[in-house]
């Protein structure tokens, strides 16, 4: 019989208090961790990348041809509309979930503290690249 270390205990024990099944990682984790938030935030990312593929392939051709438009300006944003509401529809099933499984507190609404550096610096670093498009133009 091996010795679990204390994260693996951690990850493994049952919050104190009614012993609801609710595992301390899965409580103080986000939303987001939970399979179908993952399905959706791949089906985001492989739209994203099909968008910027065939936006480089319809302006490197001569002919432009009007499927690459077609898959481009049409199919593929629905892809991305449909992985971000995949994506939103497992968020509200895991705070479905947890609420329904009785966790401790209520999850806190994402904290914008623009005292701390490293938040301070988000909108900065953010607005560059809005901007350049714009200036460049």
Do not use: H
């Not at 329904?100 to 507190?105: D, F, V």
Request: glycine share 12%; net charge positive.
């Amino acid at each position: 019989m091996t010795v679990l270390t204390d994260e693996i205990q951690d990850t493994y024990s049952v919050v104190e208090g009614g012993g609801d099944g609710v595992n301390k990682k899965r409580e103080g984790g986000g939303l987001y961790r939970n399979t179908i938030t993952y399905l959706g935030g791949l089906i985001i990312l492989v739209s994203v990348m099909l968008i910027l593929l065939f936006l480089l392939l319809s302006f490197s051709l001569q002919p432009p041809s009007p499927y690459l438009g077609i898959l481009t300006y049409m199919i593929f944003p629905g892809f991305l509309v449909l992985g971000m509401l995949v994506f939103l529809y497992g968020l509200f099933r895991e705070s479905r979930r947890r609420r329904r499984l009785g966790a401790k507190e209520a999850l806190p609404y994402p904290k914008l503290d623009l005292n701390d550096s490293r938040q301070g610096n988000t909108p900065q670093s953010l607005a560059l690249p809005v901007m350049c498009p714009i200036r460049g133009q």
